[in-house]
């Protein structure tokens, strides 16, 4: 079974700190994919990236990073230079690489960033 | 750029009650999903959806709701007979197809069951 752990419930920081949000996640598949998703005080849910198992590469989108480790079995995000818009919900979530599988989510992480 | 839109965005509804959430996916899209959020909890799959036929569906997904994609565009959620417990938000997703596994999401439908 799949099983995505995001163990910080809720997270503070001070506008501009740096902040990495922690996910650790469970599958038997060889191949999978990673995601993960914001979901701002508006509630929709916007999805920032996906990561294949095969490709262990880091990956930088400006403010935003994330280091996927296999061997660890973590995808963890990290915000550089937090802003106060950066304040929202994140949500690991995990999926096989396989036809029309769904997503199993992590139960999120709450980020507040205070001005 | 294409969205995945919801109708309606607020839903209250009396307990025993039918209700029918409606989506839109993008028009490219191929599998279709719904996955529901109790307030302050995570994202939970429902159903997935592909060509006219539910591919997967999780055990929350019983005899009480169904999926219909009756015009080719309109993507809808029915729960039969609402319970306190269906209060949530019902996100819609798609996504393009097999190799491209990134679902896009509507902005939701809070469904308030009284």
């Known amino acids: 079974a799949q099983k995505v752990t995001q163990a910080q419930t809720e997270i503070s920081v001070v506008e501009k700190e740096d902040v990495t949000l922690d996910c650790v996640y469970e599958?038997?598949?060889?191949?999978?994919?990673l995601f993960w998703y914001k979901q701002p005080p508006s509630g929709e849910l916007v999805f920032l990236i996906r990561r294949n198992s095969f490709d262990e590469q880091n990956e930088i989108s400006g403010r935003y990073s994330w280091n996927f480790q296999k061997s660890t079995s973590s995808f963890n995000f990290t915000i550089t230079a937090s802003q106060v818009v950066d304040s929202a919900v994140y949500f690991c979530a995990l999926s096989e690489a396989r036809g029309n599988t769904p997503l199993v989510f992590g139960k999120g992480t709450r980020l507040s960033v205070i001005a | 750029e294409p969205e995945v839109t919801q109708t309606p965005s607020h839903q209250v509804t009396q307990m025993g009650q039918e209700v029918i959430l409606r989506c839109v996916p993008i028009?490219?899209?191929?599998?279709f999903y719904w996955y529901r959020q109790i307030l302050g909890q995570k994202v939970e799959f429902l159903v997935s959806f592909y060509n006219n036929e539910i591919s997967e569906k999780s055990e929350i997904f019983d005899d009480q709701f169904s999926v219909e994609r009756p015009d080719g565009s309109n993507f809808t959620l029915k729960i039969r007979s609402t319970k306190l417990e269906d209060s949530a938000m019902y996100f819609c997703g798609g996504r393009l197809a097999v190799a491209d596994y990134e679902q896009y999401f509507g902005p939701g439908t809070r469904l308030t069951v009284t």
């Open positions: 028009s490219n899209h191929l599998y």
């Open positions: 599958t038997r598949d060889t191949t999978y994919y």
